[in-house]
């Protein structure tokens, strides 16, 4: 049966809108979905979150400040060298021979002093920086050399760095290590040597 020419004009049109919705649909330059029931991703113009995230395994630097002293004896002839590494809230002190037979075997105490001048028989080097500063014995060999590798979390670089800076001072073989107010002042035993303490 030949349809009416009123219905075929219907059917055309409902099938020219179908396509025109759909279209309609979709915003402007995005890709139609060809999978039923899909939705293409959309652009933010932001960077993905979870490419900005920190690796669990990532280590932080520890910046670690160092300061130094040649330590000479009343001629001016280098004795020693010192170390001392700021790190982590914890000061590392390393103090080293230079040369053979220049300090006598035994036991040397060491102190850090309040005033970065070493003069004369280094009375000059003022007092403890505190009375914390301290630091165990340098044992000296029956070669004339030694080392010694201490920490400290009570040494601070500001303090040892201020106006006065500080230095650090050798004294004779002691004869009363053990004792703390003798360890305090240095004792009766005289310095022998000093460094001034310098940053870099």
């Not at 004869?175 to 303490?197: F, H, I, P, S, Y």
Request: some cysteine; hydrophobic content about 40%.
């Amino acid at each position: 049966m030949v349809k009416p020419l009123s219905q075929l004009k219907t059917a055309t049109a409902v099938l020219f809108v179908a396509p025109v919705a759909l279209l309609a649909a979709c915003s402007p330059n995005e890709p139609v979905a060809t999978q039923p029931g899909t939705t293409p991703p959309i652009w933010t113009g932001s960077p993905d979150p979870s490419a900005e995230a920190m690796p669990e395994n990532e280590q932080v630097t520890v910046e670690k400040k160092t300061i130094h002293a040649i330590i000479a004896g009343p001629d001016g002839g280098q004795l020693a060298a010192a170390t001392i590494d700021f790190s982590e809230k914890v000061a590392t002190v390393t103090v080293e021979t230079t040369g053979a037979g220049k300090l006598a075997p035994g036991l040397h105490n060491l102190q850090l002093t309040s005033v970065g001048k070493c003069e004369g028989d280094f009375a000059s080097a003022g007092d403890p920086v505190t009375p914390n500063s301290q630091l165990v014995p340098l044992q000296i060999g029956a070669d004339g050399t030694g080392m010694l590798v201490t920490t400290s979390d009570v040494l601070k670089e500001d303090e040892l760095l201020d106006g006065n800076k500080s230095a650090l001072v050798i004294y004779d073989k002691s004869e009363t290590v053990a004792d703390q107010t003798t360890q305090a002042t240095g004792g009766a035993a005289k310095r022998v040597a000093c460094g001034v303490l310098t940053s870099g």
